[in-house]
């Protein structure tokens, strides 16, 4: 069977109440569940990750996860936590966190932290804007291959790697789908060229920036990515699962 899609929602910071979440994580389990090409993953808030319920074809995500396994960290959440209330899956380096002071090497530690604990990182890369000459492509470049760190050739099944151009990033539109999937090939090949081409084949590319039901089925089919990680519209059902009925059906 070909491999699932992955539609990842990152809720960021909401919604403001428990009662709304609980909306929202009910209403896009409906329909998640139903869908057969789709892994949807549902990354809220800590606060509110027991509401997802977890179910054939709809997992739990993180926001964020810290790098130490155990201690006086105050605030923060290990990937054995994660671990322990079934969290399949942890975003890393989003640019929100970057811009809160998480550089590559902290991105790298967290990214091997999650991969030890047996969750699987969406390591989210992007440049800041485009340049004429290309600059970005080695601007990209060098943010993955200081993102991965140590990730052992072994562990490289275990990567989701999610490009979202900063530009694109609560934006008013989205990248075309021809330039998704010219960095697509882009990063492929640069996972190739650390890892192999058959690991770099099994890693899941997906896209984010200004996803909506309108842009989502050409973005991936044209784009040819393996999914999408959706920011606004994850946390407004009715837009997050046109785009969850779209994807399904490519
Ligand atoms: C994001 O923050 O990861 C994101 C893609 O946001 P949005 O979909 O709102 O552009």
Known sequence: MKKKYIIAGNWKMNPQTVEEAKRIATQVKKVAIKMKKIETVACPPFVYSNLIKVDDGFSLGSQDVYFEQAGSFTGEVSAEMLKSIGAKYVIVGHAERRKMGDTDEVVAQKLNSAVDAGI????????????????????????????????????????????????????????????????????KKVLSDTYGQEYALSVKILYGGSVTFKNAKDIVALGQ?????????SVNPEGFNLILKEIDGI
């Open 225 to 233: 990515v393996d999914g999408l990680l959706v920011g606004r519209e």
């Open 120 to 187: 699987q990182p969406i390591l989210c890369v992007g440049e800041k804007e485009r340049d004429q000459n290309g600059d970005y492509l080695g601007v990209l470049k060098n943010q993955i291959g200081a993102s991965l760190g140590k990730l052992a050739r072994k562990d490289v099944k275990q990567l989701v790697v999610a490009y979202e151009p900063l530009w694109a990033i609560g934006a008013t539109s989205a990248m075309t789908p021809a330039d998704v999937h010219e960095t697509a090939l882009f990063i």
